[in-house]
């Protein structure tokens, strides 16, 4: 039997649900959905400039997991920007971690 998901803390969720291309209407676009946990390792990594191992801490997971999903949101977003896709922000499973307080939310 697979071992179950750990869920992976985020201090925030997006002020936004995603972005479209410039120029192109969202209802001809596909989308590429990216999840709150990949979302803040690409937050943690490129924005807040952290080394894989502070940002592995900080998710409260192992540094080869941060590693396979900051390396699965580069590749998300490089499909949204090479074929024009829509990208939305939304699920995943993952804590938030907000003010010291913990809400568990998984939603998958």
């Known amino acids: 039997m697979a071992r179950p998901i750990k869920c992976r803390k985020i201090c925030f969720t997006p002020l936004m ?18 999840t709150f946990e990949e979302y803040e390792s690409i937050r943690l990594v490129s924005y807040e400039h952290l080394s894989q191992i502070e940002a592995a801490e900080l998710m409260n997971v192992s540094r080869p997991t941060l590693t396979r999903v900051y390396n699965k949101s580069i590749n998300k977003i490089s499909e949204a920007l090479i074929e024009g896709k829509t990208i939305k922000i939304e699920g995943g499973n993952y804590e938030l971690d907000a003010d010291g307080t913990d ?4 939603i998958n």
């Open 17 to 34: 649900k995603g972005f479209k291309p410039y120029g192109m209407h969202s209802c001809i676009t596909e989308a590429v959905f990216l």
């Open 103 to 106: 809400a568990k939310i998984v």
